[in-house]
């Protein structure tokens, strides 16, 4: 398994080059478009976006232009997404049947927005896929597929909708477009479709199939976080994607169940669905992440410390140490400045004086992890002299 993960972005812009938003290509491991299977290929787009890379430092406040298939329309899957934030493209190859219709027809009900990929006015394109027009915002042309002229036949099926103009490659190309109506643009002559690569983390494939499992079986809430105690990696990126989609939902916790509680058992089941079909698991014969490897390092030491530091620890504080870890790593491994994470999940005081000011026992601890993993054992020593803890046994610690 690759230890980067690669997503390209392309910016759309307004009539005045403001950009509107950013389009989303999903890449290999290689960095290249081969896509064997549309629904992984979409699915991997959402995990690497949301899961990992994070839609803040992604696309910020802008929306995001996804290409949707149409088996992953069938699932609740787009339930678990904000609605506000996402722009669903409906490639010009997917299959439009009844449940197709209706599943479109229902998140168009709810708040999603749907666009045309590559719409055409060829007739056979204009019967298969006008029976979702009064559902679609967007439709994109090719314009190295398009015949302009059309634009200036009557009826215009597409007269209601925004109009994007894509691969635009010169100037001209562009203004012959505005000038017949079209309000958004996107192409080589604005911006080529930029790589975006990060180091990835993944949580393994067969512990995301057996919670997956447990929630389909209704388990109880009490195995299913019992469970999620052992998933440290899937912890980190749950925290990740509602950091970037439902940051309200990481207000003021305290552990990792408060966050499952919140989020809830179904919406949890349609995002272990998504990593699922993103094929972005490992299995247990790929070799160790060296992402992976670190953050359950840290993650296993605080909780060591916090064995030595406080005698029987109860679960409440052994939850506080693990979410603190977990914080720390989104800065560490997803890039995420700490200042936003206090700034954007206001946690509970306990939890922002260990990660800001390394104040009181659990900052204490977590201060001691980061002297210890830059190799400053006597550094570390000394925070931890007044419970007794000699530099041997900090050493001791040491994976």
């Known amino acids: 398994m690759h230890n ?113 990929d590559n719409a055409s006015f060829h007739p056979d394109y204009l019967e298969h896929f ?8 967007y439709a994109k042309f090719d314009v190295t597929q398009t015949d302009i002229e059309q634009f200036n036949l009557y009826p215009n099926p597409y007269g209601q909708m925004k109009l994007i103009a894509q691969k635009i490659e010169f100037h001209e190309m562009a203004e012959a477009y505005e000038e017949i109506g079209f309000e958004f643009f996107q192409g ?26 447990l929630l389909q079986h209704d388990a109880p809430i009490d195995e299913v976080c019992d ?19 439902y940051p309200e939902h990481l207000h003021g916790v305290l552990s990792v169940r408060e966050i499952i509680e919140r989020f809830g058992t179904n919406a949890l089941m349609q995002w272990l669905l998504l990593i699922i079909y993103s094929k972005s698991g490992t299995k247990a014969m790929d070799e160790k992440n060296p992402h992976a490897v670190f953050a359950q390092e840290r993650i296993n030491m605080m909780l060591s ?50 990660l800001i000011t390394h104040t009181g026992v659990l900052g204490r601890i977590y201060a001691t992890v980061l002297k210890m993993e830059s190799g400053d054992t006597h550094g570390a020593a000394i925070l931890l ?6 530099p041997e046994e900090l050493n001791s610690l040491h994976p």
């Open 227 to 245: 469970s999620f105690k052992h998933q440290d990696i899937l912890s980190l990126q749950l925290i990740q994607f509602l950091h970037s989609v």
């Open 4 to 116: 980067t993960l690669t997503l390209a972005r392309q910016p759309i812009m307004d009539r005045t080059e403001h950009i509107i938003g950013y389009e989303f290509f999903y890449r290999d491991a290689n960095g290249q478009c081969s896509i064997d299977d549309p629904r992984q290929a979409t699915a991997s787009v959402l995990v690497n976006l949301l899961n990992q890379l994070g839609s803040t430092s992604a696309f910020g406040d802008l929306i995001a232009f996804i290409n949707t298939d149409g088996p992953l329309l069938l699932t609740d899957i787009l339930r678990t997404l904000p609605k506000e934030k996402f722009i669903f493209e409906l490639s010009e190859t997917m299959k439009v049947n009844t449940r197709i219709y209706e599943s479109i027809r229902y998140f168009h009900a709810q708040g999603y927005r749907f666009a045309l």
């Open 305 to 354: 410390l916090l064995q030595k530091t406080t005698p029987s620890p109860n679960e409440k504080l052994m939850e506080h140490v693990r979410l603190i870890a977990l914080l720390s790593l989104l800065e560490g491994i997803m890039n995420v400045p700490i200042q936003n994470i206090i700034e954007t999940l206001h946690p509970d005081n306990v939890i922002e004086d260990a």
């Open 385 to 390: 002299k007044s419970f007794g803890i000699t």
């Open 188 to 213: 080589f002559y604005f911006a080529k479709a930029h790589l975006i690569t990060q180091r990835r983390i993944d949580p393994q494939y067969m512990d995301v199939m057996r919670l997956f499992s």
């Open 130 to 137: 006008g029976i979702l027009f009064p559902y679609i915002e």
